[in-house]
């Protein structure tokens, strides 16, 4: 499974995981997805870890955010979306000098597709949904950085 592959470490652990990750810092995070029903689902998802979370429905969204001085600890954005995509979105980011963890999260599952993320500059790449055992391995390698 592609996910797996482009992922952290094993994700093989539980919904119980996540109390064990330290949220002494609440970790910030940006979703940039420009689905509603996707949106929802993934801020829930991480309100639940604890996080504090903020959208972007596009990558400009998530470039201007930086551009006007917001930061965050992850980014968790889409591969398709309107106006800018993701590859465009984590290329300008990483060109700005934004060393955040940017995570893609995408319905795609061909390897040369993911593979052409990976290279925009992502850490890593899960296919969609994200699930407790995909967010327990980002946040717990996110504590490791």
Do not use: W
Not at 15 to 30: A, C, G, P, Q, R
């Amino acid at each position: 499974m592609v996910s797996e592959k482009m992922g952290f470490g094993n994700v093989t652990s539980t919904l119980k995981t996540m109390k064990i990750i330290d949220t002494e810092k609440k970790i910030s995070v940006l979703i940039v997805e420009d689905d509603l029903l996707t949106q929802k689902i993934h801020k829930v998802m991480m309100t639940k870890f604890g996080t504090e979370v903020q959208l972007a429905a596009n990558g400009k969204e998530a470039v201007d955010l930086f551009l006007s001085g917001a930061s965050f600890d992850l980014i968790l954005t889409d591969l398709e979306m309107p106006i800018m995509d993701g590859i465009e979105a984590t290329k300008q980011l990483r060109s700005m000098g934004v060393t955040s963890m940017i995570v893609g999260v995408t319905s795609r599952d061909q390897d040369s597709e993911i593979q052409a993320f990976m290279k925009s500059g992502l850490n890593a790449c899960y296919v969609k949904p994200l699930n407790a055992e995909k967010v327990t391995a980002v946040l717990n390698e996110l504590k490791n950085i």
